[in-house]
């Protein structure tokens, strides 16, 4: 987990509202990504950025955003239209998007809607 | 399409064996190869990948895989199992080409039993 912080560990939102995760690194790392673990399908893609300013959808995309202003930072906002936003949420990043580029993963943070 | 399939949910194996957790992959030309372990409520950790060159890899903590092209598999091994390595174990391939996506199996979790 080292150089990749996630914050909250745990947070709970009430439907109709959006919250927002927060992934730092300090890896110096250009890309960065969203995952979303659920019990028995792996991980999916949401949102990844190769560089700042610049992101592009993942798998999932619907009723999330990002943004990327900052080099170490790549917050996500869960917004009300996501239907089923409960899940384990983790960020990554690697030094580059090379395919032989390894992804390093934050500790995650786990969302539950009340 | 990219595909990874991890055959088994659940594997248990005695301390001090050997094992092996499987996985096969479907890409399309030269795959990049990667394991992950995952500790309960945790990120993912990167174990090793299979980028060229020798299909035998070596690992943190004393993992290795091997990269067999003809079977499309990349099982991971370990010759004497510990039970600190009881955890959830991640495959996941990137095509050479193409989006620069990670696809992930669906995890198999091991269990060492003491």
């Known amino acids: 987990d080292g150089g990749i912080t996630q914050s909250p560990k745990y947070l709970f939102r009430k439907e109709g509202q959006n919250v927002t995760l927060s992934c730092e690194q300090n890896?110096?790392?250009?890309?960065m990504y969203w995952y979303r673990q659920d019990p028995g399908q792996g991980l999916r893609l949401i949102y990844y950025s190769q560089i700042v300013n610049d992101f592009q959808k993942g798998d999932i995309a619907e009723g999330y955003s990002v943004s990327r202003e900052k080099k170490e930072s790549f917050p996500l906002t869960v917004t009300s239209a996501q239907k089923n936003p409960t899940a384990f949420y983790l960020c990554a990043s690697s030094p580059g998007d090379r395919g032989t580029d390894t992804q390093y993963f934050g500790p995650g943070t786990r969302l539950t809607v009340l | 399409a990219q595909s990874v399939a991890q055959p088994e949910d659940q594997v248990n194996v005695a301390e001090g064996n050997p094992l092996t957790v499987k996985c096969t992959y479907s890409v399309s030309g030269n795959p990049y190869l990667f394991w992950y372990v995952q500790y309960p409520n945790r990120g993912l950790q990167f174990l090793l990948k299979y980028i060229t060159g020798d299909n035998l890899v070596k690992g943190s903590y004393g993992f290795e895989a091997e990269f067999n092209k003809s079977q499309t598999s990349f099982h991971l091994k370990k010759p004497s199992a510990l039970v600190s390595d009881s955890a959830l174990y991640f495959c996941a391939v990137r095509a050479l080409t193409g989006a620069n996506n990670l696809f992930f199996g669906t995890g198999t979790r091991l269990t060492v039993i003491p």
């Open positions: 890896l110096n790392h250009d890309a």
